[in-house]
Nanobody, 121 residues
Framework: QVQLVESGGGWVQAGGSLRLSCAAS????????MGWFRQLPGKQRELVAG???????NYADSVKGRFTISRDNAKNTVYLQMNSLKPEDTAVYYC???????????????WGQGTQVTVSS
């Protein structure tokens, strides 16, 4: 069983920075995708940044040039460095791992518990 534990959210003034971390306990037979999503109350969860197994990344247009996704394979951890934060970045942020925990298992999505990021103007 895989569990994801997030840390690093909080409150920051506009223009500031935060770094989110998401550590996975357990291992994957094949990990295909690692990413960060965010969600506002009453809204759909949206992709902020993602990284596929080969290392290619993609970002939402609203965060390009400000956010960076990275990973530490040895620690089974994915990070989201958020710079030049804006009030519209305020949301609950969720990490996501998509993969298979065994060769015989289906590909599943695993989610962190969510961490609040609040950016004040």
């Amino acid at each position: 069983q895989v569990q994801l534990v997030e840390s690093g959210g909080g409150w920051v003034q506009a223009g500031g920075s935060l770094r989110l971390s998401c550590a996975a306990s357990g291992s994957f037979f094949r990990l295909n995708f690692m990413g960060w999503f965010r969600q506002l109350p009453g809204k759909q969860r949206e992709l902020v940044a993602g990284m596929i197994s080969g290392g290619s990344t993609n970002y939402a247009d609203s965060v390009k040039g400000r956010f960076t996704i990275s990973r530490d394979n040895a620690k089974n951890t994915v990070y989201l460095q958020m710079n030049s934060l804006k009030p519209e970045d305020t949301a609950v942020y969720y990490c996501n791992y998509r993969g298979r925990i065994a060769f015989y298992s289906a590909e599943l999505d695993y989610w962190g518990q969510g961490t609040q990021v609040t950016v004040s103007s």
